[in-house]
């Protein structure tokens, strides 16, 4: 055959391979892509499948038992829709009743509380339904045809808001239990009842997705890229030439620099396993040179942590003329353990015989410690590094599984802290981060392994012991926690004094299951509150329930007011801008001589609930435009003054009576008063919300939306509703130096109002950071304890002289 026709039949040889390459590492490429993507969906898939059971679980065990009945109070309603069922009520007593909470009722306040903790919306549904909330949507309405077809259960991936997320539904059949309540609707035992579905959101999975299948496109074109210069490197040499061959061999330099560039690691041996290549970046990896590599086995390198089937799977594959690609824990020269992922490729001759296996080697140490962050930030409390109120109710009821079955008692411990809102109205939060965290370190010493110390939230603490004989050595655990806090923490050159109330249970004693003990312990930490706090208590049922909180803070509240129990203190409102006051906050404080210095947070709900709030909220009014008119008598005018009303206050039908009478009765200028009001106020009855807010705009008062967009945000409320401001919530600002996510969400909300012709304002302002962040996303009011705290109206004034001076 003449050479130039052999050579073009190489040559034609040649392009086939190369070809045939290309279209395995794409086959690959999208095979691992297609893999990685159902991964993905399979993680999120089994998440919402998880939700889905520990529902039906709760389902199927309260139905098992009719129900349950609970003491009616203020939370606890007899549920309007069964009140057909005849002994849906019981009293008990002369003053008390039991009233029947069905499984629907329950899990669906579940479901709410593990919405607002974790994110994850749940429901209940059915084609027939006593409660209008458990009507269907379109997407429902479809899954439950779907299911009604014998189907175990329906997922789709659907939109919302333009972000994608899984939704799933699983059915809910009749249980002879369930007829007491739902016998009406003619369902008979066994039959499709209804179903419980819930929404997981994809954008945490998505992240995860995008740079796998990033380092996936990466690997993969850099395997292409030696493939190809390999193939064309044994192709040429088959051409002869000497002009080839130089070629070849310069092609083959160029190759070398490439692969030596690489920012993976490179590693190409024989058929036995011997090295006879490495790049730069292996060595880097593994801090071996080449001199201690080249000639020796890759199994220098192995960590003795994998399973042997896996390398046999390895060599069964890669020896068959295949691909393998996995993960390995390897060891470095140092002893230092890592993980790697591995793609390892033979590399055939003319003949197709196996000649050598060329490895990229990618270190993904950085990827697993995320994952471990990601695993972290679910079972653990980010600040104390203590594990969070989720791990606390996993650990809770093993431990309460293997006390049953070894017979065996333990104490539940509730831990509150006295007076910590103090420590962060007077020292700030940065030094309440600190003592938080230096009690987690003092806790962990107590417990030392032994027992199980959790951070439930805010600055309540748990401990679950480990197993004891008697009461006296849970005792102990107790006294130890309160040596402990007799020492006084150094935080920023501060002796910080701290004391606690702390409720115990007992297993089996006071319940025998995880809801009871934690009531039980919660309601004797109530119970050491009221006397006097700085003690401990059992809870003792004998004795009856410890005195209501709520009815001693209503009590009390009713009292204090038009007392020097209430007063109020006024936090500034600052323009970085301009350099200039422009009004201030109202706020208000409680300090009681029986409960100590109550938190707004902790009385305003309970004044809320019982309308004392309307009372209440016409004397912060009052009292607020009397105390501004005397200031400005001081400073020569009159400041402006943001005032909150509760969606209690704007209900009330004399609401705009109340407010014109107390501008009226102090002289106060209608248009120097802002009234702050939460997105929920407006959507209950907009068109009576509308109406209100008009009327009080004409004599010049203005309105404002408290902690925007953390309700119902929405551009057809702006549009509705006269509102001049927007407060920009602290949650958003907290983080605005760290997190891009709520940068975007701040940028967002000043945008839309910038559009509208509304201001922003930002509330919690605590660093220059901040500051610098919200300057420039031209937000340029401000208020928090960087420019300055909630002042006495002395302080006010002093504020005043020291701004004119």
């Keep these: 055959m003449p050479n130039a026709r052999k050579t073009a039949l190489l040559s034609r040889y040649l392009l086939f391979f190369i070809i045939g390459f290309m279209l395995l590492v794409i086959s690959s490429l999208v095979w691992n892509i297609h893999n990685t993507n159902q991964q993905i969906l399979q993680l999120a898939t089994q998440e919402a499948k998880t939700n ?8 199927l065990w309260a139905t098992r038992h009719g129900g349950a009945y609970l003491v ?70 479809k899954a439950l045809d779907i299911l009604s077809k014998g189907k175990k259960e329906y997922a789709e991936i659907i939109q919302i808001g333009g972000k994608r997320y899984l939704r799933m539904m699983q059915p809910m059949y009749m249980e002879q239990g369930c007829m007491k309540c ?62 080839a061959v130089e070629t070849n061999q310069q092609r083959l330099q160029m190759l070398s620099q490439a692969l030596e560039q690489s920012g993976n690691g490179m590693i190409i041996t024989n058929t036995h396993g011997v090295i006879e290549y490495i790049n730069k970046a292996f060595t880097a990896i593994n801090g071996y040179t080449k001199k201690e590599l080249i000639g020796k086995k890759p199994n220098l390198m192995r960590s003795d942590l994998n399973s042997p089937e896996l390398y046999k799977t390895m060599w069964d594959t890669i020896s068959s003329g295949l691909t393998w690609r996995g993960e390995f824990k390897n060891q470095k020269k140092n002893g230092t353990i890592y993980w790697c992922l591995e793609t390892i490729s033979p590399v055939f001759d003319d003949d197709g015989k196996i000649t050598h296996y060329i490895g990229v080697i990618e270190d993904i140490q950085d990827r697993k410690h995320a994952e471990e962050h990601i695993q972290q930030l679910v079972l653990f409390d980010p600040l104390t590094k203590l594990p969070n109120r989720h791990f606390f109710r996993e ?79 849970i005792e102990a655990i107790v006294h130890s926690v309160l040596q402990m806090m007799k020492d006084p923490f150094f935080i920023e050159q501060n002796d910080i004094y701290m004391t606690a109330s702390i409720g115990i249970s007992l297993y089996p004693h006071d319940g025998d299951d995880a809801e009871t003990l934690i009531k039980a312990a919660d309601m004797a930490m109530y119970g050491a509150k009221l006397k006097g706090k700085n003690t401990y208590l059992f809870y003792e049922p004998t004795n009856g329930d410890f005195a209501s909180e709520t009815l001693i803070i209503e009590n009390g509240l009713r009292k204090a007011i038009g007392t020097d129990e209430l007063f109020l203190v006024y936090q500034p409102k600052y323009n970085t801008l301009d350099k200039r006051f422009v009004g201030v906050e109202v706020l208000i404080r409680w300090n009681s001589p029986t409960l ?46 943001s005032v909150n009303l509760s969606p209690v206050q704007f209900r009330n039908r004399h609401l705009n009576e109340i407010i014109t009478n107390c501008l009226h009765d102090t002289g106060f200028p209608a248009e120097k008063l802002e009234l702050e009001i939460t997105e929920g106020a407006l959507v209950d009855n907009p068109a009576l919300a509308i109406e209100k807010m008009n009327l009080l705009t004409q004599h010049g008062i203005t309105f404002s939306i408290d902690d925007f967009g953390t309700g119902y945000s929405s551009m057809s409320y702006l549009k509705k509703f006269p509102v001049s401001t927007l407060k920009i919530d602290k949650s958003f600002v907290d983080d605005l130096a760290t997190d891009p996510h709520d940068r975007a969400i701040v940028q967002a909300i000043i945008t839309l109002a910038d559009s509208l012709g509304i201001k922003t304002i930002a509330e919690g302002t605590e660093t220059i950071e901040q500051i610098a962040i919200l300057n420039e996303l031209e937000c340029f009011t401000i208020q928090g304890y960087w420019h300055s705290r909630p002042l006495s109206y002395p302080d006010l004034v002093e504020y005043f002289r020291k701004t004119k001076s």
């Excluded at 607002?116 to 549904?125: D, F, H, M, N, S």
């Excluded at 199980?452 to 603490?461: A, I, K, S, T």
């Design 52 to 59: 889905l059971n520990k529902d039906l679980a709760f389902r």
């Design 72 to 141: 009616v109070d203020k939370n606890t309603q007899p549920i309007p829709y069964l009140a057909h069922i005849k002994d849906r009520d019981i009293n008990i007593s002369n003053t008390k009743m039991l009233t029947l909470y069905n499984p629907a009722k329950m899990l669906r306040e579940v479901m709410n509380d593990y919405n607002k903790l974790y994110g994850v919306k749940a429901r209940i549904t059915g084609k027939i339904y006593m409660n209008p909330e458990n009507a269907p949507d379109a997407w429902e309405s």
């Design 182 to 243: 739902h016998a009406w609707t003619g369902i008979p035992v066994g039959g499709l009842r209804g179903a419980t579905d819930v929404t997981i959101p994809l954008e945490g999975y998505r992240v995860i997705e995008r740079n796998a299948v990033t380092k996936l496109i990466f690997t993969h074109l850099l395997l292409w890229i030696i493939g190809i210069g390999i193939i064309l490197f044994l192709g040429r040499r088959l051409i002869g030439s000497e002009k």
């Design 395 to 473: 650990r809770l009821n093993a431990k309460i599984l293997e006390s049953h079955e070894n017979e065996k008692i333990f104490g539940l411990i509730y831990i509150d802290l006295d007076r910590f809102k103090m420590v962060n109205d007077s020292l700030g939060h940065s030094v309440g981060d600190q003592l938080l965290q230096n009690l987690a370190d003092r806790f962990t010493q107590i417990c030392n392994g032994d027992h199980f110390c959790v951070r439930l939230g805010g600055d309540e603490f748990a401990i679950i012991t480990d197993f004891s004989d008697s009461k006296d050595s």
């Design 596 to 641: 100590g210095f109550m938190s707004p947070a902790r009385f305003i709900p309970i004044a809320e609930e019982t309308d004392l709030i309307i009372t209440l909220g016409e004397w912060i009014l009052r009292e607020a435009l009397s105390q501004m008119m005397l200031l400005s008598k001081s400073i020569g005018f009159v400041p402006n003054i």
